[in-house]
């Protein structure tokens, strides 16, 4: 880790067809497995220096140019839920649609005033060779590199999804004065859910399809039929199925998949429900937090009596 950044910040280096986190407020990855890597790797206000990719995609101007910084929160989610329905059309219009999908969402953005190369920014981590690995995985800086990409002149920029930095742009500035003195970053806590417009949410039943008892370590037990389960709100639940799965080897056998699904009108209706069931799962062997362990048809009877349920 770096000692010139604050609170024990990392920074790191991607390569984008473009630098725009005013529409699209995300940082992606087409494969979930880099967004698997990027959550075990980045914390929450760590950077990511973008520069041009070397393609035709991007400009001939921006290829291999340090285009800005962005403040990444260590939370999963989908593409579109942090895009403008603009910048959705123009990655479907672009043949783009399914790539980038699993993403990071951006706090934070700089866009760089500067014309640097990322040859000159990152000697050392930079490798060209590779440079086709390095901007799709990603690759921390070192403490050098990292010094010198925050003398690198900026203007912080409006990120889509977040609240706007002020009326017109922002004053140009070296990026370390961003940090002098640090702005705390606001890190999320529990169940790492991404909901930021209220409207219709779903109270979903998840459960564990495979060897649950050698999941908690609990004795197995001929005609047992009590399974690992968990419940939950979400704005999309296939997409929190996904997130759940993503630390689970691909060889193992074992995998997180819905059973019910209720839609309620908005979120706190969605988590007053949710709070019924774990009050109510008498016949449930609490977990902690919203895993339970028990059979399954005593979950699908309660969770069908929790009021408000509209079953689709």
Do not use: C
Not at 51 to 67: D, E, F, I, N, P
């Amino acid at each position: 880790m770096s000692s010139v950044l604050p609170d024990g910040r990392n920074m790191w280096i991607r390569a984008f067809y473009d630098f725009n986190p005013e529409e699209a407020g995300y940082v992606g990855w087409t494969n979930e497995s880099g967004q698997a890597r990027a959550l075990r790797e980045l914390n929450d206000g760590d950077l990511m220096l973008i520069y041009g990719a070397s393609s035709a995609q991007t400009k001939k101007h921006m290829r291999s140019h340090v285009l800005g910084f962005v403040e990444i929160e260590a939370r999963p989610i989908r593409d579109f839920e942090k895009a403008s329905e603009a910048s959705q059309l123009e990655k479907k219009n672009s043949g783009e649609a399914n790539l980038w999908t699993y993403a990071l969402p951006i706090h934070r953005a700089w866009r760089a005033l500067d014309k640097l190369s990322i040859e000159r920014i990152a000697p050392v981590t930079y490798n060209s060779a590779a440079g086709q690995g390095i901007g799709v995985w990603g690759q921390p800086l070192t403490p050098d590199e990292i010094a010198t990409a925050l003398k690198i002149k900026v203007t912080e920029v409006n990120v889509f999804g977040e609240p706007p930095i002020g009326q017109g742009p922002a004053s140009p500035q070296p990026l370390k004065e961003a940090f002098s003195p640090s702005k705390a970053f606001p890190g999320s806590s529990g169940e790492r859910n991404s909901v930021y417009v209220d409207g219709e949410t779903v109270l979903y039943l998840a459960v564990f399809e495979g060897d649950g008892s050698a999941l908690l370590g609990k004795p197995a037990h001929f005609g047992d039929k009590a399974v690992a389960m968990k419940i939950g709100v979400s704005n999309d639940p296939a997409s929190r199925m996904h997130q759940l799965n993503a630390g689970i080897p691909p060889a193992a056998i074992g995998r997180w998949a819905l059973r019910m699904q209720g839609q309620f009108p908005s979120r706190r209706a969605a988590e007053d429900a949710e709070a019924i069931f774990k009050k109510t799962a008498v016949k449930l062997e609490s977990l902690g937090g919203e895993f339970f362990w028990g059979r399954e048809m005593d979950a699908q009877v309660l969770f069908a009596s929790v009021p408000g349920v509209s079953r689709f």
